[in-house]
């Protein structure tokens, strides 16, 4: 069974930095995309960054500049460097994945999310 626990997160004043990674187990076949959400209480999830298996990137236009996303294949780790953060980056970040299991099809796994707080 794939899983995808994340860990990085804390508070951090507004400008710090944070890096947090996400780390896949069990049998994996293909990866077609790794991604990161963020939900804040009350409101909707919504894709912060998404990491194609091609090496594209998507961003949400709020991050641009200041998240990066990467990978690291031989640790099966994504990871989210986060910087300039600002009090609206408070949320729950969920690492999600459109992945392959093996034996089964293309599914969605979500990690269990990691609090990330920016205040003064």
């Known amino acids: 069974q794939v899983q995808l626990v994340e860990s990085g997160g804390g508070l951090v004043q507004p400008g710090g930095s944070l890096r947090l990674s996400c780390a896949a187990s069990?049998?994996?076949?293909?990866?077609?995309?790794m991604g990161w959400y963020r939900q804040a209480p009350g409101k909707q999830r919504e894709l912060v960054a998404r990491?194609?298996?091609?090496?594209?990137?998507n961003y949400a236009d709020s991050v641009k500049g200041r998240f990066t996303i990467s990978r690291d294949n031989a640790k099966n780790t994504v990871y989210l460097q986060m910087n300039s953060l600002k009090p609206e980056d408070t949320a729950v970040y969920y690492c999600?994945?459109?992945?392959?299991?093996?034996?089964?099809?293309?599914?969605?796994?979500w990690g269990q999310g990691t609090q990330v707080t920016v205040s003064s």
């Open positions: 990491l194609l298996s091609s090496g594209s990137t």
């Open positions: 999600n994945g459109y992945l392959i299991p093996y034996g089964g099809s293309w599914s969605v796994y």
């Open positions: 069990g049998s994996i076949l293909q990866v077609n995309a």
